[in-house]
T-cell receptor
């Protein structure tokens, strides 16, 4: 079946540094990918929609200059958390919809970011 | 606007008990999809079921069953004879139908933490 991978699975960084998270669709092409954020013991909240070949669209309240999204190819989207702060510590999950007969959304395994 | 409500924050049961997780949704769309996901401690979301708005037939898969009722905007999930391995956070989610810029976006409920004790 379709698989979405994320790298890294876990990252710890110092405050003020930038962190890049990769999301890859392994056996299908994804013109659109979604980035979600999940704080501890909370639900998943959509941050942005990553569009291959065009700018990402951000949900209300998400800082586009802080969370840079690049959809470099049909199988790769990256989320860069710039100048990370402790309040950015969270679980980041990407997803990619498989359009077609199954029309199902596949989630990556998530990346746990801890900012010290 | 779309909204998903899972009123039960936490449920605790003893193994072999049946348990039902409630999900109520709000949408103005006539075409939409409903999902249930399981999130074990590892964090990875596990897809359980997808149901479209035109299919109100209930579904059973092993110990899992789902009751979709459009009249009450509910999509409840029942685990029969629960097991310790069922312990996880369960999310109900809603997605708009195909087309438009909202295609593919999921609106999640708050999640229900299920703990099954041996």
């Amino acid at each position: 079946g379709a698989v979405v991978s994320q790298h890294p699975s876990r990252v710890i960084c110092k405050s003020g540094t930038s962190v890049k998270i990769e999301c890859r669709s392994l056996d299908f092409q994804a013109t659109t990918m979604f980035w979600y954020r999940q704080f501890p013991k909370q639900s998943l909240m959509l941050m942005a929609t990553s569009n291959e070949g065009s700018k990402a669209t951000y949900e209300q309240g998400v800082e586009k200059d802080k969370f840079l999204i690049n959809h470099a190819s049909l199988t790769l989207s990256t989320l860069t958390v710039t100048s990370a702060h402790p309040e950015d510590s969270s679980f980041y999950i990407c997803s990619a919809p498989l359009v077609g007969s199954t029309d199902t959304q596949y989630f990556g395994p998530g990346t746990r970011l801890t900012v010290l | 606007a779309q909204k998903v409500t899972q009123a039960q924050t936490e449920i605790s049961v003893v193994e072999k008990e049946d348990v039902t997780l409630d999900c109520v949704y709000e949408t103005r769309d006539t075409t939409y999809y409903l999902f249930w996901y399981k999130q074990p401690p590892s964090g990875e979301l596990v897809f359980l079921i997808r149901r479209n708005s035109f299919d109100e037939q209930n579904e059973i898969s092993g110990r899992y069953s789902w009751n979709f009722q459009k009249s009450t905007s509910s999509f409840n999930f029942t685990i029969t004879a629960s097991q310790v391995v069922d312990s996880a956070v369960y999310f109900c989610a809603l997605r708009r139908g195909a087309g438009g810029t909202s295609y593919g976006k999921l609106t999640f409920g708050q999640g229900t933490i299920l703990t099954v004790h041996p």
